[in-house]
């Protein structure tokens, strides 16, 4: 589906991002797995997608430091010549309630979330409007995945650093579709809602957690990393052509105020 496309998917070696470079591979892109810690990780996560036979290779750089942002991509773009898929996952929580969260809680989360999202699409979109479309390989001149989250609309107390960031995405994503569209770039995002990995372990790490969390899912299951690697491979797919600044939420129904089933 992805044949001959090149991606780079931030945050590669756990989680979601983990699944979506394994899943871009697998539909047969070459793919960059970029990480900021875990180079073990992360090489074992190429190793996986040169078994379908595409390239990879993995990249240390941290999402929210500019020079290192540019380096990234200067590599990608010497090694595998251009890039076609942005995938826009790397984020992290650093949780406190309000009066507890400190400034550098505050920046972190920002920082990692949201400009590094910003960093990323800035790069990524300078090579598509140098490449254009070409189309043996795609309808669009770049495809641009948001990794959001259902709290881009759900307000969460105690964790008011991330909920902000993954709102400032919804409007950067929307931005970007509205500046970009013109030139044949499709920007997206995708809103997972809770998901079995390392970011939210507490939530269902005991049978106890995981049934309080379900109440919160009218579908009655946690996700797994390829529910929404699935769902980040079709939208980058020409499949998706016509997908142009919306948001795939993919939460198992986390967003249809479950408390209503009984209340209100
Ligand atoms: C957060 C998880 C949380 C999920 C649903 C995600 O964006 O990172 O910690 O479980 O949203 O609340």
Same mark, same amino acid.
């Given at each position: 589906m992805l044949r001959g496309q090149k991606a780079l998917v931030t945050g #590669?070696?756990?989680g979601i991002g983990l699944a979506t470079a394994v899943a871009l591979g697998r539909a047969g892109a070459d793919v960059v797995v970029n990480y900021v810690f875990g180079q073990e990780a992360a090489e074992d996560v190429v190793r996986q997608i040169r078994g379908f036979g595409v390239r990879a290779f993995a990249c240390e750089a941290d999402v929210s430091d500019e020079r290192q942002v540019v380096g990234m991509f200067a590599r990608m773009l010497e090694e595998f $010549? &251009?890039?076609?898929? *942005?995938? #826009?996952n790397a984020g992290l929580q650093r949780d406190a309630p309000v009066t507890e969260m400190t400034v550098e809680q505050w920046h972190k989360v920002i920082d990692v979330n949201l400009t590094g999202q910003f960093l990323c699409a800035r790069e990524a979109t300078k090579e598509f409007l140098r490449r254009g479309v070409v189309p043996e390989v795609s309808r669009s001149a770049g495809k641009i995945v948001c990794m959001s989250?259902?709290?881009?609309i759900i307000p969460w107390s105690g964790h008011l650093n991330y909920a902000a960031s993954k709102g400032g995405v919804l409007m950067l994503m929307q931005t970007l579709a509205q500046e970009l569209g013109p030139h044949g770039i499709r920007v997206n995002a995708v809103a997972p809602g #809770?998901?079995? &990995?390392?970011?939210?372990?507490s939530a269902w790490e005991t049978p106890e957690a995981e049934a309080e969390l379900l109440r919160l899912i009218p579908y009655r299951r946690v996700g797994d990393p390829d529910d929404i690697a699935a769902a980040v491979t079709v939208l980058v797919s020409d499949l998706m052509?016509?997908?142009?600044g919306t948001t795939l939420f993919v939460d $198992? $129904?986390? &967003? *249809?105020?479950? $408390?209503f089933a009984t209340g209100g």
């Amino acid at each position: 589906m992805l044949r001959g496309q090149k991606a780079l998917v931030t945050g #590669a070696n756990s989680g979601i991002g983990l699944a979506t470079a394994v899943a871009l591979g697998r539909a047969g892109a070459d793919v960059v797995v970029n990480y900021v810690f875990g180079q073990e990780a992360a090489e074992d996560v190429v190793r996986q997608i040169r078994g379908f036979g595409v390239r990879a290779f993995a990249c240390e750089a941290d999402v929210s430091d500019e020079r290192q942002v540019v380096g990234m991509f200067a590599r990608m773009l010497e090694e595998f $010549g &251009t890039i076609d898929i *942005l995938v #826009a996952n790397a984020g992290l929580q650093r949780d406190a309630p309000v009066t507890e969260m400190t400034v550098e809680q505050w920046h972190k989360v920002i920082d990692v979330n949201l400009t590094g999202q910003f960093l990323c699409a800035r790069e990524a979109t300078k090579e598509f409007l140098r490449r254009g479309v070409v189309p043996e390989v795609s309808r669009s001149a770049g495809k641009i995945v948001c990794m959001s989250s259902v709290h881009q609309i759900i307000p969460w107390s105690g964790h008011l650093n991330y909920a902000a960031s993954k709102g400032g995405v919804l409007m950067l994503m929307q931005t970007l579709a509205q500046e970009l569209g013109p030139h044949g770039i499709r920007v997206n995002a995708v809103a997972p809602g #809770a998901i079995r &990995t390392p970011i939210n372990r507490s939530a269902w790490e005991t049978p106890e957690a995981e049934a309080e969390l379900l109440r919160l899912i009218p579908y009655r299951r946690v996700g797994d990393p390829d529910d929404i690697a699935a769902a980040v491979t079709v939208l980058v797919s020409d499949l998706m052509d016509y997908v142009v600044g919306t948001t795939l939420f993919v939460d $198992g $129904g986390m &967003t *249809l105020f479950p $408390g209503f089933a009984t209340g209100g």
